[in-house]
């Protein structure tokens, strides 16, 4: 199972120049099986509503929850505590800001079954859980 960022989803909706890298992505987790937290939707949602319209962010939402193999993962107390103890142990103000966000990811992706977090995000350098 793999975990996809919310960059796979508005790269892959977007069209931009890693469209097809996350087309490739989400086909891949179409046959392994993906894990999203509930944060990945609200990124992705936020973003696409952002740059567009209500709309297509209705549309790329809809796409994202409707597909058979992708587990949309809450953020439970123990996300949250595990995401908030990788966050101290990661986050260097002139270094690696990782963020609440990427820490969450990085908990559910790590609390589940999968076996790779795929992010566009150079924060995740380094990080000894992925």
């Not at 069209?15 to 099986?33: N, R």
């Not at 123990?78 to 966000?101: F, G, T, W």
Request: proline share 1%; glycine share 2%.
């Amino acid at each position: 199972m793999i975990f996809l960022d919310s960059w796979v989803w508005i790269e892959f909706f977007q069209k931009d120049e890693k469209a097809e890298q996350a087309q490739e992505l989400i086909q891949k987790m179409q046959q392994e099986g993906g894990v999203i937290s509930t944060l990945v939707l609200t990124e992705v949602r936020y973003q696409i509503r952002r740059k567009f319209e209500v709309e297509k962010a209705d549309k790329l939402t809809a796409l994202i929850t409707n597909f058979e193999k992708l587990r949309i993962m809450p953020i439970t107390e123990e996300v949250a505590v595990y995401a908030a103890d990788l966050r101290h142990k990661y986050y260097e103000r002139s270094q690696n800001q990782i963020s609440y966000a990427d820490t969450i990811h990085l908990a559910t992706s790590a609390m589940t079954d999968c076996n790779k977090l795929y992010t566009g995000d150079s924060d995740f350098e380094d990080i000894e859980e992925l």
